[in-house]
């Protein structure tokens, strides 16, 4: 038999051995059934994706590459940066 150390977040673990135990299983049992199923279906038995972040999306680079070639001819006018938090609070100010 094989021993295997996991490393989880604290709130984690601790939601996780409500689970197990709602289940009426130990940490041994629990990991074995996982195992058990990923060795019979040869795969993670559920989906696991990386979710994309926008700013990085084709469309928004083609934007940006646009919009840094109009500010090099001159077509564009350069701003300042405006902070989200910071316009909260100018919003909220304002009230």
């Known amino acids: 038999m094989a021993t295997i150390t996991v490393r989880i977040n604290?709130?984690?673990?601790?939601?996780?051995?409500?689970?197990?135990?709602?289940?009426?299983?130990?940490?041994?049992?629990?990991?074995s059934i996982y195992t058990k199923k990923v060795l019979r279906e040869r795969r993670i038995p559920f989906?696991?994706?990386?979710?994309?972040?926008?700013?990085?999306?084709?469309?928004?680079?083609?934007?940006?590459?646009?919009?840094i070639k109009e500010l090099r001819e001159g077509k564009g006018k350069a701003h300042e940066l405006i902070e989200v938090d910071d316009e909260i609070r100018i919003q909220g100010d304002k009230q």
Do not use: C, H, I, W
């Open 47 to 67: 989906e696991v994706s990386a979710s994309v972040d926008p700013f990085y999306s084709e469309s928004n680079m083609r934007s940006l590459k646009k919009s």
């Open 10 to 31: 604290d709130e984690d673990k601790k939601v996780l051995d409500q689970v197990v135990e709602e289940m009426g299983l130990n940490y041994s049992t629990f990991y």
